[in-house]
Structure formats: structure tokens, C-alpha cells
């Protein structure tokens, strides 16, 4: 049986050091050549790709052993570890990896702790700008840039004039989410595309209220972005209402709507 888990404030901090190991090695290997290829679901990957995830995945195993560790490129090398309901990591070490093959600066790393089907830790770290959210059970959300001091954040009241929606950089179809808006009633003042995470983030700070997402993710896509909003005050919902939870035998996430509540 594992051991009981360190404080959310060490593992916290511990996984902050991690995600910016891994954006290191990151950047290094933006500043190159990426080693893209294909994966057998038909996804690109990169070198960068394998290479961050064994510095959070050899991190993790250490800070935390016996803990399930649930990495989206092992997943695709057929190495899956057996969940027994206790606590597991979820990791995406570039997500947004189309984003990183076209250079565009949107991709993150993603580190999250499941508990009882819920991410109650995540940390959420921009290589490219090297901005970095975090969001823990307890503790509330802040972000730090460049590499500053961490200050709090909180989603938003929702604004008078409508909501700011988020979109996928690389996924968006316009016309689904429009019937979406519609059916619901929500009226849309405003659209913001963005990246891998950063849409979670940005609803998390304030700069957002509503992104949802109707396309196929996994739970290591949106685990450390739900427990960053869900520490500022949003929520993460399937489209009946119901928390998005994580631990699922195929790891894959139905529809779901990420929203500060004033947005509900």
C-alpha cells in the first residue's frame, strides 16, 4: 500500500519544480529540430514530448512511490498502471503539441493529482512565455510569470455586456458552439482562441468565463487545468450538469463545459 501523500502544499511545490525542469528541456528542443512523428492513433508527437515526460514521470515516482502515474505517451506505449481507487498523477507533458510544432508559443505542461475521481492539485506551465498557474485543494490558485512571485487569482463576475468564451486553437467549430450558446441562452460578447490549457487558465484569471468543449480529450488534457479553475472559484461540468470526473477505464472524457460559476 502506499504511503500516505506529503501535504498538497509540498507536493505543490514539488510539482512546480518538475513542470519547469520539464520546460526546459522543452524549450531546448523547440530551439531545433522537434523529431516529429506519428503516433498510431494518428497524433503527432515529438521528441520533446518523451523527453519531459521522464523528468515528471522519474520526479513524481520519487516525491510520491507506489502512487499510479498515468503519462500520456506511456499510455501510448501500452504501459498502463493499475489504478486501486487511491490517489493517481496525471500527466501531460506537451499539451498542445500541434500548437508546438507550429511555434506558436500555446502549449503547456500539465501535472494533476486525482483523489477520489477529482483533480485536487494541478499545475499548469507555459513553456514558451514561462508562465505558470497552480491551483490545489485548500490552498486557492495564483500564477507566476517569468518566474516571479506567485499572485492570487480568481474567475470573474460575469460581465454585463455577455461572456468571454474560449475556443480551441486547433479544434473549434464555430457553428456547434454557436447552437450551443443559443439552446442555453448565453449570450457571447466576446471569443477568445487559445491552446492546450490555456483556456482553463485564462477563465481562471479572470480574462474568461466559459469554454466548452464538444471533441475527444483525455483525462491527462484537462486534469491540471479543471484543478486550476476549480481552486479559483469555476467549475468543470459534463454537458448534464454533473462534476467531469477522472479515473475512467479508457481515460477519456465526455463533452464538457470548463466555466467560472457566475457563467452557469
Not at 531545433?32 to 506519428?38: V, W
Not at 486557492?140 to 470573474?156: L, N
Not at 468543449?213 to 483525462?219: L, N, V, Y
Request: aromatic fraction near 6%.
Amino acid at each position: 500500500m502506499p504511503a500516505p501523500l506529503p501535504s498538497h502544499q509540498v507536493l505543490r511545490a514539488a510539482c512546480t519544480d518538475f513542470a519547469r525542469a520539464a520546460a526546459r528541456e522543452i524549450m531546448r528542443i523547440y530551439a531545433g529540430d522537434l523529431g516529429e512523428r506519428t503516433k498510431a492513433d494518428k497524433s503527432p508527437v515529438t521528441d520533446a514530448d518523451h523527453v519531459a515526460e521522464a523528468v515528471i514521470v522519474e520526479g513524481l515516482r520519487r516525491l510520491t512511490p507506489g502512487t499510479p502515474v498515468v503519462a500520456e505517451e506511456e499510455m501510448a506505449a501500452g504501459r498502463v498502471p493499475q489504478l486501486d481507487g487511491g490517489p493517481f498523477w496525471l500527466v501531460d507533458p506537451l499539451d498542445g503539441t500541434k500548437e508546438f510544432i507550429k511555434r506558436n508559443g500555446e502549449f503547456t505542461v500539465n501535472i494533476a493529482l486525482v483523489e477520489a475521481g477529482q483533480p485536487t492539485l494541478g499545475v499548469v506551465l507555459a513553456p514558451a512565455t514561462d508562465t505558470l498557474w497552480r491551483g490545489a485543494a485548500g490552498l486557492g490558485a495564483d500564477k507566476s510569470d517569468k518566474g516571479g512571485a506567485f499572485a492570487a487569482i480568481h474567475t470573474r463576475d460575469a460581465p454585463p455586456q455577455g461572456l468571454t468564451a474560449c475556443a480551441s486553437r486547433s479544434h473549434a467549430i464555430y457553428s456547434d458552439l454557436d447552437i450551443w450558446f443559443r439552446n442555453n441562452n448565453i449570450t457571447v460578447a466576446d471569443r477568445v482562441q487559445a491552446g492546450s490549457s490555456l483556456k482553463f487558465c485564462l477563465i481562471a484569471e479572470g480574462r474568461a468565463d466559459i469554454y466548452p468543449r464538444f471533441g475527444p480529450t483525455s483525462e491527462w488534457d484537462t486534469a491540471a487545468g479543471h484543478a486550476v479553475l476549480e481552486a479559483a472559484g469555476g467549475e468543470v461540468v459534463t454537458t448534464d450538469g454533473r462534476p467531469l470526473g477522472y479515473g475512467k477505464p479508457t481515460f477519456r472524457n465526455p463533452h464538457f463545459i470548463a466555466r467560472s460559476k457566475a457563467a452557469r
